[in-house]
């Protein structure tokens, strides 16, 4: 990954005869092959939800090639391919893949999969969302459950597409106070070297009474982005977390059980031994093994009566709470 003046100046490069593009923030739409840019909502639509993460001043637009600018601190933040960037990109951040589809649920590891239904469920039972932030959206795999509202901003520190503000985390967030309905922070709060900052600032964000937040946390799960990658949590570590940021009600939810674990377990072990060097495998062996490896946990499932009271095995947690 190149330096951030590099990787912004291509991208200036781009844009340059393309002011639709500078001046306008994508939509989504729901299609057949999954989603794709329907209209682009202008960025005067927005202008009032943007503060300086400096100063907290509200920003305006200025010369499109500039983007937001501040008449405070007069501090500028370029708007580029549809994102505004209010931070530079790390040069030691490696994204996820990019050549994969988030759209498509048979990719989706269990994990992901229980904290689509755990959001959608979640929304099934909220009314009055207008305004939803999408707090290190990543490629947008949940995107298709937000599309729906009247706004959604995604939010997040590296340009995935359609990510729509570039932001560091770690600092003072570029909204103004009250401003978000629904805050989505699905599998964040783990990369965050300081998550207690980070939870105060969404309840910033969130509106008094109405405004929710959906907090989504590993606890069983390999170390990935690494080495943005600094914490798991148990249910009593995020309730504690969430006390020390002033949330007035939450509540918690495990997420999968001792047998996901198992699997997650199984296939990683699987993985790991035949792409090691030392002892490579024949690709018919490793497909053998997988396959009795499937059927085992079919039959497991099947037989299985255990029960876990004190839901101590899980491979994570879901979290609804609000100001």
């Not at 501090?75 to 931070?87: C, D, N, Q, R």
């Not at 947008?140 to 995935?160: C, K, M, Q, S, T």
């Not at 499932?301 to 095995?313: G, I, L, P």
């Amino acid at each position: 990954m190149g330096h951030i003046s590099n990787h912004m100046n291509q991208k200036h490069s781009l844009q340059a005869n393309d002011n639709h593009a500078r001046n306008f923030v994508p939509e989504f739409k729901s299609t057949q092959n999954g989603l794709q840019a329907a209209a682009y909502k202008p960025i005067s639509e927005y202008r009032e939800s943007f503060l300086c993460p400096e100063c907290s001043e509200l920003l305006i637009p200025s010369d499109m090639p500039k983007g937001l600018s501040c008449p405070r601190c007069k501090k500028t933040f370029p708007f580029l391919e549809g994102a505004v960037y209010f931070s530079k990109i790390d040069k030691e951040i490696h994204p996820s893949r990019l050549d994969t589809d988030a759209s498509q649920k048979s990719h989706w590891t269990k994990w992901r999969l229980l904290n689509f239904e755990f959001c959608k469920k979640v929304l099934s039972e909220m009314s009055q969302i207008n305004f939803v932030l999408d707090i290190g959206a990543g490629k947008g795999h949940f995107r298709e459950l937000f599309i729906r509202y009247n706004r959604y901003l995604a939010l997040d520190f590296y340009p995935y597409p359609g990510v729509q503000i570039i932001a560091d985390f770690t600092k003072k967030l570029p909204l103004r106070n009250d401003i978000a309905d629904l805050i989505l922070l699905s599998n964040v709060l783990e990369h965050s070297p300081e998550p207690l900052d980070l939870l105060k600032e969404c309840r910033r964000l969130l509106r008094p009474s109405v405004g929710r937040i959906i907090i989504l946390v590993p606890f069983l799960i390999k170390v990935h982005q690494a080495p943005f990658d600094f914490f798991r949590y148990t249910e009593y570590g995020l309730q504690y977390l969430l006390r020390k940021a002033q949330f007035s009600q939450f509540k918690t939810f495990p997420l999968g059980n001792l047998l996901d674990i198992n699997d997650l377990f199984q296939a990683a072990t699987l993985k790991t031994t035949f792409n090691s060097s030392q002892k490579r495998r024949s690709k018919l062996e490793f497909r053998l093994y997988s396959f009795l490896q499937r059927i085992y946990s079919k039959r497991l499932k099947k037989s299985a009566t255990f029960v876990d009271k004190e839901n101590a095995f899980v491979l994570g947690y879901g979290c609804v709470a609000s100001k």
